[in-house]
């Protein structure tokens, strides 16, 4: 299961992941995946967690990121970690774009296709 070598912006559909949040998947194996993830002012990514490892940069926005019990402000060019199992989610304050990569890759990410 992989992506093909090259992920073209245009042809890459963004698909809905909750209210006011849309994604999209570029280069994935099992052992890795990168989704870009567009947020509304005002959208929410309800806290959760997953077995997989996470870090995200941030393209634009400005974001209050919550990992475990610590909540910070995160804008352009900032970055974050998420450990495996750890409960964590953002509320997008002005709109922005998330750059996710998690290993192993998201494999109920692949169940939504278009």
């Known amino acids: 299961m992989k992506s093909t070598p090259f992920q073209f912006e245009n ?3 963004w698909q809905d992941a909750d209210q006011g949040i849309q994604r999209k998947r570029y280069g994935y194996d099992e052992q890795v995946m990168m989704v870009k993830v ?3 002012a005002g959208a929410i990514g309800k806290l959760h967690s997953h077995p997989h490892s996470q870090v995200t940069y941030v393209e634009s926005g400005i974001f209050d990121m919550t990992i ?3 909540t910070k402000r995160i804008k352009t060019g900032d970055g974050y970690y998420v450990k495996p ?3 964590h989610g ?3 304050l002005e709109p922005g774009v998330l ?3 998690f290993s192993p890759m998201r ?3 692949l169940k939504t296709e278009e």
């Open 99 to 101: 750059i996710d990569v």
């Open 11 to 13: 042809d890459l559909p």
């Open 107 to 109: 494999e109920d990410f």
């Open 68 to 70: 475990g019990a610590e």
């Open 85 to 87: 199992h750890v409960m």
């Open 38 to 40: 567009k947020f509304e």
């Open 90 to 92: 953002v509320v997008c």
